[in-house]
């Protein structure tokens, strides 16, 4: 900074300087060191990793749906070539009926009321067959469109019964290792991120002449910058609980919610009931593992 300045002061009056205009001459310099970063180095790596660990079970995920995509059209075509072949027969069964009605019509045992019926019989029997044929057609296309070939010679599906869960109980077990489940745990991993502020060590440096006296002052300082909001009062727990009842959850649920936030260790953008679930057992797990 430089620019004019005079000072009508009792020392300059008694040296006859109170008029007297001097060219105030100053610079400053200010340097920011961080001293801790709260965890952002490492929380950003864990971040990443979580990310890359959601892509590639996206991948997975992917891979198994194509190969369910792929079964049931598999299973499709199988069941409707199965139903065509059925209405085919019911059809032939029809027109034989409808023609050994027309013979007892024509020799006298019959009447046109009974040919009417048969017909009627034989024209559902043709249209369900036409249903079918339609969904024939429509199994291989999603055939094509899933494999990328046409549906030739298929074996017959071996359903396996002895995988299927015995209960519920066991069923619920086997939730943990479902691809979307996976997907959701590594989702919410990268939103937890530390709780903790940055301490940033500032130096600062002033030289120049702040009077229009004659002479040189030099200033130097050093502070630590703790961070802001070291403690809420216990406002980042009820955040959370209250976003945990509006999920529904338990009150122990909720209480967990609060626990974790009021160490000051994580905080937490639920977005699903399940979600929040998960990022609680997380946090947990964390928690044990770095005491």
């Known amino acids: 900074a430089i620019g004019p300045e005079v000072t009508n002061s009792p020392g300059t009056r008694s040296r006859g300087l109170d008029t007297h205009w001097e060219t105030r001459k100053e610079s400053s310099i200010t340097i920011q060191q961080r001293i801790f970063d709260g965890f952002e180095a490492v929380s950003e790596i864990d971040r990443q990793k979580a990310r890359s660990k959601s892509a590639s079970l996206r991948i997975g995920e992917s891979a198994e749906n194509t190969a369910l995509d792929a079964t049931e059209a598999h299973i499709e075509v199988l069941r409707f070539r199965k139903l065509v072949s059925i209405a085919e027969a019911n059809v032939e069964v029809h027109r034989g009926y409808v023609g050994r009605v027309t013979e007892r019509t024509q020799s006298g045992a019959g009447s046109a009321d009974e040919i009417a019926q048969a017909q009627a019989r034989l024209e559902q029997a043709q249209a369900l067959l036409a249903e079918n044929q339609q969904g024939l057609r429509d199994a291989e296309a999603l055939y094509i469109k899933t494999v990328g070939d046409m549906p030739g010679e298929l074996d017959e599906v071996t359903y396996p019964t002895a995988m299927v ?127």
């Open 165 to 291: 869960p015995a209960d519920l109980d066991n069923a619920l077990k086997l939730l943990p290792t479902n691809p979307t489940v996976k997907i959701t745990g590594a989702d919410v991993e990268p939103t937890i991120k530390p709780f903790v502020g940055k301490v940033i060590d500032v130096g600062q440096a002033v030289v120049g002449g702040d009077t229009p006296i004659a002479c040189k002052n030099a200033q130097y300082s050093s502070a630590m910058i703790p961070p802001n909001g070291l403690f809420q009062g216990g406002l980042a727990g009820l955040n959370a609980e209250a976003q945990a009842k509006s999920l529904g959850l338990s009150p122990e649920e909720a209480r967990t919610v609060t626990l974790n936030c009021d160490t000051g260790l994580y905080d937490f953008h639920f977005v699903s009931r399940d979600e929040a679930l998960i990022a609680y057992d997380h946090v947990i797990f964390r928690l044990g593992r770095e005491k």
